[in-house]
């Protein structure tokens, strides 16, 4: 909520809140900024969609809606994903390189989703979200739970 504005889709709220304080985010305008963009959605459409669709199937829908079944194709589509995304991705620091951006925060939130829900992760992202995790603002937000 700001001036009275509701925002409520989580990604739309981390794009508005870099943007506002300049941080987390490259220059909106720039060709850093719809590289950073499209890793964004794309880490949207190939994890956190399956991740979302999954939960539904688990514990969102009502008994009569739930289709048990897909979930282990989401898992497989979800490992899949992995390994085209660490190709291009190296992930040696961070998602776009050097700078923590907006995406190493979606990126981090599906991972911790994800293993709650049980889906296997690869080593290389295991080993980037413990990094993650070891963020003192990452255990901060923890600590809040």
Known sequence: MDDDVLISDSVAILTYLSDKHKSFTEEAGSIERAKQDSITFRILDEFEALIWVA???SYVFSDE???PDIINVLKWEFANNQEKFI???PLRKNVC???FLIPDIVLGHC???AESMNFSICEELIEYSNRLKERPAYQKAYALR
């Open 87 to 89: 190709t291009e991705f």
């Open 55 to 57: 939960a539904k199937h």
């Open 97 to 99: 390189g050097e700078k």
């Open 65 to 67: 809606k739930k289709v």
């Open 111 to 113: 991972l911790v989703w």
